[in-house]
Structure formats: structure tokens, C-alpha cells
């Protein structure tokens, strides 16, 4: 198994209720799969670089996932089909990429307490 980072961003135009009910979609095709959901983030409304679709802003939402090559093709045939879906990047986390993330993970979790 190999350690996956994806992010996607929905179109705004979407309800609080739509853009979960699209982020359970893409997680619940995850784990039918078989993979291991490790975090997840909503990093909310967010202004795009550049226009896309004629749209300015977008709900970003990162998934961190423990999963087999063979998952990754599923998923982004799901992105692609996917109306709400306006761009997406999955890549492969290496050990050192894969560290980081579980530094961030932690120091994120320690702020939350304070």
C-alpha cells in the first residue's frame, strides 16, 4: 500500500449539505476500495489563482489515504464525471513528503487542544 495525498476543489455554488454530500461520495468510493482514510481536511471557500470555469472561488478539500496503485484510477474517473468537481491533483506521498504530513498532522492536533 502507498500513502496518497488528493485535493479537490467544488464549484461555490454548492450548499454546506451538496459540497459534504459530494466530499462522503468521493470518501465512501475510498473505502469501498479498501483504502485507509489516514486525514481530512476542509480547508473551506477559498479565491483561485485564475478564473476557472468562470468561477473566482472554490471549497477546497484535501484527503490523505493509505491505498493500492489500482484505487487512484477509480478515483479521479470519479473526479473527471463529476460536475462539482472544477480540479482535483492526487500524488503520491514519498517517505519523506509522507513524514511532513504526519508532522503537520500533529502539530494541527496539539494546536486544536490549546
Known amino acids: 500500500m502507498n500513502q496518497y495525498e488528493t485535493v479537490f476543489i467544488l ?9 459534504k454530500e459530494a466530499v462522503e461520495k468521493f470518501k465512501g468510493i ?11 481536511e476542509n480547508w473551506g471557500l477559498k479565491k483561485l489563482a ?3 470555469q468562470k468561477k473566482s472561488t472554490g ?3 484535501l484527503i490523505e ?3 493500492e496503485p489500482t ?18 491533483l492526487t500524488f503520491k506521498q514519498d517517505k519523506y513528503a509522507a513524514e511532513y504530513a504526519a508532522k503537520r498532522r500533529s502539530v494541527k492536533s496539539t ?3 490549546d
Request: aromatic fraction near 12%; hydrophobic fraction near 40%.
Open 50 to 52: 485564475y478564473p476557472i
Open 71 to 88: 484505487v487512484i484510477e477509480k478515483l479521479e474517473i470519479n473526479f473527471r464525471r463529476d460536475e462539482r468537481v472544477i480540479r482535483f
Open 65 to 67: 489515504f493509505n491505498a
Open 30 to 40: 475510498l473505502t469501498s476500495e479498501g483504502a485507509e482514510i489516514v486525514n481530512e
Open 11 to 19: 464549484t461555490p455554488v454548492l450548499s454546506d449539505v451538496q459540497m
Open 111 to 113: 494546536k486544536k487542544e
Open 59 to 61: 471549497f477546497y478539500q
